[in-house]
Structures are given as structure tokens and as C-alpha cells.
């Protein structure tokens, strides 16, 4: 499985921004996650295969996650804030590999 994330960048708060991640082969759970400097890497937003989704309290209202049937994931960002600031990694799990798989981060930057 490959992930082929695109998107990100600068934005100023209050702003929006899209992230994309597209996945090969067979997946189950995708997810957006991300990691501020000098802090844990957390989960942002998931999407099961059926499309449950669920959020981190500090974006629910702001960001929407969603995939399609190729299995690229989505992720629609308004209302940014300055702590949403962090490079946004993509992640994908394999049920019938029993492995996870990680895009390479993309940096998203809210400031004035």
C-alpha cells in the first residue's frame, strides 16, 4: 500500500484548506493525523470503510473527513485556527495485511 498525500500549506486563521491522501489496494480504516513541534502525534479524524467517522473535540465543527470508492481521503479544514498548525500525516490500515501504512507529513502553517 502506498499513500500519496497532497495538499497543505499556508493559510490565515480563519481560512480553509483540503488535504487529499490516496491510497492502492485493500484498505480499511483511514485517518488523518497530525503532530505540532514539541507534541505527540494525535489523531485528527477517522473514516471507517463503511464511512463512520469520528473527530478530536478540538476540530469537530470545523473539519469534515470523507473518502471515496478509490479510497483517497479527504480532509476539509475551515475555521483554522493557529493551533491547528502541525504536520498533517495520512494514515490507511490494511485489513487483510494486518498492517499500517503512513503518508509522508504535509505542513499545514495558519498565521497572519
Known amino acids: 500500500v502506498q499513500l500519496q498525500a497532497s495538499g497543505g500549506g499556508l493559510v490565515q486563521p480563519g481560512g480553509s484548506l483540503s488535504l487529499s491522501c490516496a491510497a492502492s489496494g485493500s484498505i480499511g480504516v483511514m485517518a488523518w493525523y497530525r503532530q505540532a513541534p514539541g507534541k505527540q502525534r494525535e489523531l485528527v479524524a477517522a473514516?471507517?470503510?463503511?464511512?463512520?467517522t469520528n473527530y478530536t473535540d478540538s476540530v469537530k465543527g470545523r473539519f469534515t473527513i470523507s473518502r471515496d470508492i478509490r479510497n483517497t481521503v479527504f480532509l476539509r479544514m475551515t475555521g483554522l485556527k493557529p493551533e491547528d498548525a502541525a504536520v498533517y500525516y495520512c494514515?490507511?490500515?490494511?485489513?487483510?495485511?494486518?498492517?499500517?501504512?503512513w503518508g509522508k507529513g504535509t505542513q499545514v502553517t495558519v498565521s497572519s
Open positions: 494514515y490507511a490500515h490494511s485489513p487483510t495485511r494486518g498492517m499500517h501504512y
Open positions: 473514516i471507517s470503510s463503511g464511512g463512520s
